[in-house]
């Protein structure tokens, strides 16, 4: 059975930082590529980075660039998202996602929330 798992959601100041982990088990987590999308109250989800783990390509949405870095440790089936310099517009429950192609996912994690106060 295919499982993604978010942590290390919270409640931060803006210009803080915290890091997403999303944990994956059930498939070859190296064939797999694992992305990043956040939804806010009222918005319609955001697609904010992607990792191929067989190549370990990136991608970043605009929003984002230069703040988030996505990572990979394929040896813990584990994928990080740091983000640096939070913003309250990033406020969001932050969601995991696996699938063959960035921009191209078949399962999904249960969300963490992100809550950036000014």
């Known amino acids: 059975e295919v499982q993604l798992g978010e942590s290390g959601g919270g409640l931060v100041q803006a210009g803080g930082s915290l890091r997403l982990s999303c944990a994956a088990s059930g498939f070859t987590f190296d064939d797999y590529a694992i992305g990043w999308f956040r939804q806010a109250p009222g918005k319609e989800r955001e697609g904010v980075s992607c990792i191929s783990s067989s190549d370990g390509n990136t991608y970043y949405a605009d929003s984002v660039k230069g703040r988030f870095t996505i990572s990979s440790d394929n040896a813990k089936n584990t994928v990080y998202l740091q983000m640096n310099s939070l913003k309250p517009e990033d406020t969001a429950v932050y969601y995991c996602?696996?699938?063959?192609?960035?921009?191209?996912?078949?399962?999904w994690g249960q969300g963490t929330q992100v809550t950036v106060s000014s």
């Open positions: 996602a696996a699938g063959a192609l960035c921009g191209r996912f078949d399962y």
